[in-house]
């Protein structure tokens, strides 16, 4: 084999084994948080909002520019929802980590075969599933490749002593911090290296923890941390468990996808690895290379941030930190090859049972992403059809899975094309899984009251869905379910909905592009509550003039409480009902808003548009 058909060959190698492993999720559609990024262009109108749109804390307080809020702008703006571009570039965004992570195994560890393998290794490895499958996970491999891009600066400045090796190094660490918040790791990383590789550089690291300290406060500042839920953080005995637990995930031990009777296998494959790499670092360390002790750093350092989520343990946590272990692996291969005859069968026997273990958990979870995208697709381009048939009806959609509902309902993508009023029919929600972490399934239910009308008006048709498109079924609705739909006052009230005009007070101002501005006072009457722990919901927007406006809220008569609306833009308030009115028919909400802007063209007091007024 020539010299240029071997140096292909060592590039293109692992990107093409990554691409065969996880082909299913270059093809994949848009799903669930996707639609939340591909709608982001929909709140920017002006260079605050811009910005906001960039920068604003979103998603349990992550503030991700470049992976999430620059990559959807710019590629919708391109591609619209044509996700196949999208993908590309996600897939192009790994192939250049494995390159990266080829090199700096190469140099860390004196061997290119080193190198070569690592790649492999981590571009089969089942961690990188999620983040080769689904559009949202992208921030992963940005991330990978600004630490592993920074690091590999740092060797060629510590090789060279070239300060302009040493700029590009703090480049690629400040521009990390917009791809991922693991980014704050970075110096600990370089550190690391500097310490077991070239300590005389050690000092000249430490500045860069004065980044990544300040970040971590402004971070902690503009987005505070979830004192409860499964993003809470939990610094007790857990910890030992959930290392135990990525272990195992990160050398295709123990899986969900796993039957009972493999789990004994697997763990077993899963030792038989372990010993075999710590047998390696051993053997390494006692002839003085140090440097086979940082890719354990690399690993133990970039998972530390995510051990305290004890209720949150996911795969693609590991997508960076398996690059360790991958590095480790490929040294351990490449020095167990060099061994002699004997040490070569044992190391492609355990490359081998690794491979078994990982890859058909990677391509499984890759083929679900995909297929679960395939009905989500559908549905959004039938009911853009269905819209262009019925442009004033509202749609009403049954049948829908927990996971079409999960992955291409809640998060309304029907609204990136400017379609409003897609719900689920009354009865719908009692087929779909309550996830509370993800969000109420209640509140994309068409209230009974307003569906009852709606059908008998004419204004209203039903599809059902999940199979190969939506299927009008309004008349075996109509005929089998309207009779049964409830009449009581809905608890969730649409203030752009007019099937629900009847449940607001004679105050607000008429539709307007979907929604309802309120003068200073507005009333409006809700279906009361069924138990103690629901409460009062407002959504809606606040213009540039009534930021840090008091809203006011009282419940039948009774104080419920003040909410500051602090910045201009979207908000949600959240009021305790009262203990006397839980279990009463009807409630009345009164909202009185402290301050109010006027638009000289038309005069109008404006308080706040909205929105929805719901009890959940």
């Not at 929909?42 to 960039?54: E, G, M, P, T, V």
């Not at 550089?201 to 941390?225: E, G, I, Q, W």
């Amino acid at each position: 084999m020539s010299a240029a058909a071997r140096r292909l060959l060592y590039w293109s190698g692992p990107m093409l084994a990554c691409l065969w492993v996880y082909w299913p999720g270059l093809l994949a559609w848009f799903q669930q948080d996707d639609f939340a990024w591909l709608g982001l262009g929909l709140s920017i109108y002006d260079a605050k909002s811009f910005l906001r749109a960039l920068f604003a804390p979103m998603a349990q307080g992550t503030i991700r520019p470049w992976s999430e809020r620059v990559f959807f702008l710019v590629f919708r703006a391109l591609f619209d929802m044509d996700a196949l571009p999208f993908r590309i570039w996600a897939f192009l965004t790994q192939f250049a980590a494995l390159a990266l992570l080829a090199k700096v195994t190469a140099r860390l560890s004196g061997s290119r075969q080193a190198g070569f393998w690592a790649a492999l290794i981590w571009g089969t490895n089942s961690a990188l599933a999620i983040s080769m499958s689904w559009t949202s996970a992208y921030n992963q491999s940005l991330c990978a490749v600004f630490l592993l891009l920074s690091l590999f600066w740092l060797i060629k400045y510590t090789e060279t002593g070239l300060g302009r090796y040493n700029l590009l190094q703090w480049v690629t660490f400040l521009l990390g911090f917009g791809a991922l918040e693991l980014n704050v790791v970075y110096p600990a990383l370089a550190a690391t290296y500097a310490w077991l590789c070239a300590r005389r550089h050690f000092v000249r690291v430490l500045p860069m923890f004065v980044p990544s300290f300040v970040y971590t406060l402004v971070h902690n500042y503009a987005a505070p941390k979830a004192a409860g839920g499964v993003y809470a953080l939990y610094f007790d005995g857990a910890l030992p468990e959930t290392l135990a637990t990525y272990l195992g995930w990160t050398m295709g031990s123990v899986r969900p996808l796993y039957q009972q009777s493999m789990l004994m296998w697997a763990a077993s494959v899963s030792i038989l690895i372990a010993a075999a790499l710590c047998v390696v670092v051993a053997v390494e360390w006692r002839a003085g290379r140090w440097a086979v002790l940082f890719p354990l750093g690399w690993y133990l350092i970039t998972l530390a941030p995510y051990l305290p989520l004890k209720y949150h343990r996911a795969d693609y946590y590991l997508a960076v930190p398996t690059a360790g272990f991958a590095m480790l692996a490929g040294w351990a291969f490449a020095r167990a090859w060099r061994a002699g005859w004997f040490w070569r069968p044992v190391a492609v026997l355990l490359l081998g049972l690794y491979v078994a273990g990982s890859v058909p958990v990677a391509r499984t979870t890759a083929s679900y992403y995909h297929r679960r995208s395939l009905p989500v697709r559908q549905l959004f381009f039938g009911i853009e059809r269905a819209r262009q048939l019925h442009p004033d009806k509202v749609i009403l959609l049954t049948g829908a899975s927990s996971d079409l509902f999960w992955a291409g309902i809640y998060d309304n993508p029907f609204r990136l094309h400017q379609i409003r009023d897609v719900y689920l029919a009354p009865g719908s929600e009692r087929t779909i899984t309550p996830h509370p972490e993800l969000g109420d399934v209640s509140a994309c239910v068409f209230p009974p009251i307003a569906t009852a009308r709606a059908l008998e008006q004419n204004r209203a048709v039903v599809y059902a869905v999940g199979g190969e498109k939506p299927v009008n079924v309004t008349t075996i609705y109509r005929s089998m379910a309207a009779r049964d739909l409830s009449r009581e006052l809905a608890r969730r009230v649409d203030a752009g909905q007019p099937l629900l005009a009847d449940q607001l007070g004679p105050t607000w101002y008429p539709i307007e592009h979907g929604y309802r501005w309120m003068p200073k006072r507005a009333t409006v009457r809700l279906g009361g509550t069924r138990s103690p722990t629901e409460q009062l919901y407002l959504e809606g927007f606040c213009p540039e003039g009534a930021a840090g406006a008091t809203m006011i809220v009282k419940l039948n008569g009774i104080a419920a409480g003040e909410g500051k609306i602090d910045r201009p833009g979207g908000f949600e308030l959240r009021f305790q009902i009262p203990a006397s009115l839980v279990g009463v028919a009807i409630l009345e909400v009164e909202l009185e808003l402290s301050r109010t802007v006027s638009l000289p063209e038309d005069g109008r007091e404006l308080g706040a548009a909205f929105g929805v007024i719901s009890i959940r």
